[in-house]
């Protein structure tokens, strides 16, 4: 029962996000929602500059140079602020990428692909073939779309890649392979950690020890590594420095619509349907055996974005990719899990009646 009133309850709330959002979104008569991939629209966005910036620390870290000198100096010289210390994104995808090139990284982004495609038609074998075959599909389609020059040296892009992959994983039997890959994650891009804070708490509640500790050491060792980040930063850094305007955001649901299309299929459609496409994978969702986990990120995460998110952090959304969309193969469960409650209250409430009338 708290299944069935799990699937009915997301999926009311994800009709009404949709429909809040579709209603809500600003006239874009000079700039339609989303209408190309990822590719084709950094091209034309201001956020250019994130990538090219990425691209020009790692070839100075790769010809031997301090990964925080060279961010400080290329931060200035392009009027990138350095307050607060996490403008200065973490060291570890600058070092990767110095080490093995572009085109090392384009090996790596397919390979995770594959391994992610490989974990999820597995982590789906109680559903149907063509629920599993429609679930990897969405992922490659989606996964495959976002590995783009553009988005390699995006930290964005490796962070929900990796996500992808532990979600993959069965928290109870699998749990190291889980962690393993969301710390990963989580020394990429920080917002991770929002991850591993869900993995923790339904860790908690189920008392699986082993996997708690597991998950603490892992947000110590973080938490170390982000000290030493802001230390990092700090030691470079000038009071003449820039501030980043806050991120405040405050865009509600619309800005999922938005940001989701501007980097994914969903651009190519009505702004109506991209909206009821872009919530409905929260209702798919909630008809795995094991749920919440994805349901607390997806939902958090997609609160981050709808509260904090500025305009011109659309990119925050890969987070979520390329899993999020592989919800929408997933409906039919949750549907089929709506109607078994509706007809269970019918049985029940026939026997009733029918016991009344033989009494």
């Given at each position: 029962m708290q299944a069935r009133l799990l699937c009915l309850s997301t999926t009311v709330l994800a009709l009404a996000?949709?429909?809040?959002?579709?209603?809500?979104?600003?006239?874009?008569?000079?700039?339609?929602?989303?209408?190309?991939?990822l590719a084709a629209t950094t091209s034309d966005l201001p956020e250019n500059r994130d990538t090219q910036l990425y691209r020009a620390i790692a070839a100075r870290v790769a010809a031997g140079e301090n990964y925080y000198e060279v961010a400080a100096e290329?931060?200035?010289?392009?009027s990138y602020p350095l307050f607060p210390?996490?403008?200065?994104?973490?060291?570890?995808?600058?070092?990767?990428?110095?080490?093995?090139?572009?085109s090392g990284l384009f090996v790596a982004a397919w390979l995770l692909l594959l391994g992610a495609i490989l974990v999820w038609f597995r982590a789906l074998a109680d559903h149907g073939l063509v629920t599993r075959t429609l679930a990897v599909a969405l992922l490659a389609l989606g996964g495959a779309a976002t590995i783009t020059p553009a988005a390699i040296v995006l930290h964005e892009f490796w962070c929900g890649l990796l996500l992808t992959i532990a979600m993959g994983f069965q928290p109870r039997k699998e749990w190291p392979m889980q962690v393993a890959f969301a710390a990963a994650a989580v020394f990429v891009r920080e917002f991770a950690v929002l991850f591993l804070l869900a993995m923790g708490f339904l860790a908690l509640i189920e008392r699986r020890w082993r996997q708690v500790a597991a998950i603490a050491g892992v947000i110590g060792l973080f938490a170390a590594f982000l000290a030493l980040h802001y230390l990092a930063v700090v030691e470079v850094r000038l009071p003449a420095d820039l501030q980043s305007p806050p991120w405040t955001g405050l865009r509600g649901p619309t800005a999922l619509v938005q940001d989701l299309a501007r980097v994914s299929w969903l651009g190519l459609l009505p702004i109506p349907l991209a909206a009821l496409l872009t919530f409905l994978p929260l209702a798919g969702w909630s008809s795995l055996a094991r749920p919440m986990l994805p349901i607390l990120w997806f939902a958090g995460f997609g609160a981050v974005i709808a509260l904090f998110a500025r305009p011109n952090n659309e990119y925050w959304i890969l987070t979520m990719l390329p899993a999020y969309l592989v919800g929408l193969a997933m409906i039919g469960s949750t549907w089929r899990c709506i109607m078994q409650t509706g007809i269970s209250?019918?049985?029940?409430?026939?026997?009733?009646?029918?016991?009344?009338?033989?009494?």
């Open positions: 996000l949709a429909l809040a959002s579709a209603l809500l979104q600003p006239d874009r008569t000079d700039a339609p929602v989303g209408l190309t991939s290329l931060h200035r010289e392009r210390f996490f403008t200065v994104r973490l060291p570890t995808l600058a070092h990767v990428n110095a080490a093995i090139g572009s209250r019918g049985r029940a409430g026939g026997a009733a009646a029918f016991d009344s009338i033989q009494s």
